[in-house]
T-cell receptor, first 115, second 114 residues
Framework: AQSVTQPDIHITVSEGASLELRCNYS??????LFWYVQSPGQGLQLLLK??????LVQGIKGFEAEFKRSQSSFNLRKPSVHWSDAAEYFC?????????????FGTGTRLTIIP | KAGVTQTPRYLIKTRGQQVTLSCSPI?????VSWYQQTPGQGLQFLFE???????NKGNFPGRFSGRQFSNSRSEMNVSTLELGDSALYLC?????????????FGPGTRLTVT
């Protein structure tokens, strides 16, 4: 079965600093890859997704992610964070069309922004 | 276009009771998936419905069930509630069943079992 690892449970960065959230997946083939954000009391919002093609994917709110097949990674980045970026971030994979599970999520990384 | 709506937003139940949660997908979306979110287990897939049929099911006991109506609205039911069922239950809708379709999540129903 596929799995997703987000090694950082909690990250704190200063406003204006750059950000990188790590995500590694375990699966033989290339899955569909997603990053979601969840603000307190809210559902999940899709930031970006990768299916194929260009390995650098641009998303909403100034986020981007890079797929690296050799490292089985799909790290999320932002050049300059804003206080409103404080939230929990989830990496997720889906292994195929009509797969057994729509999405398998990582455990999430909570992002705190300090002034 | 209205987003995914879930009712109720908050619910408190007692052990042994049963509960029904409702999800209205985005208009035109035919696939509805349910997820359970807890601090210990994270986000886990419960089941997916499409065209009124359960298509996929996660690793949850039979106490968890669901259904989908002809208008794509979905309900999930949990019988004989246990303390461990306390969680945020998220519903997501998408146009079809393909994994490449974006899933749009509702705000969730916060269930507390006492």
């Amino acid at each position: 079965a596929q799995s997703v690892t987000q090694p950082d449970i909690h990250i704190t960065v200063s406003e204006g600093a750059s950000l990188e959230l790590r995500c590694n997946y375990s699966y033989g083939a290339t899955p569909y890859l997603f990053w979601y954000v969840q603000s307190p009391g809210q559902g999940l919002q899709l930031l970006l997704k990768y299916f194929s093609g260009d390995t650098l994917v641009q998303g909403i709110k100034g986020f981007e992610a890079e797929f690296k097949r050799s490292q089985s990674s799909f790290n999320l980045r932002k050049p300059s964070v804003h206080w409103s970026d404080a939230a929990e971030y989830f990496c997720a994979v889906s292994i195929s069309n009509f797969g057994n599970e729509k999405l398998t999520f990582g455990t999430g990384t909570r992002l705190t922004i300090i002034p | 276009k209205a987003g995914v709506t879930q009712t109720p937003r908050y619910l408190i139940k007692t052990r042994g009771q049963q509960v029904t949660l409702s999800c209205s997908p985005i208009s035109g979306h035919r696939s509805v998936s349910w997820y359970q979110q807890t601090p210990g287990q994270g986000l886990q897939f419960l089941f997916e419905y499409f065209s009124e049929t359960q298509r996929n099911k996660g690793n949850f006991p039979g106490r968890f069930s669901g259904r989908q109506f002809s208008n794509s609205r979905s309900e999930m039911n949990v019988s004989t509630l246990e303390l461990g069922d306390s969680a945020l239950y998220l519903c997501a809708s998408s146009l079809s069943r393909t994994s490449s379709d974006e899933q749009y999540f509702g705000p969730g129903t916060r269930l507390t079992v006492t």
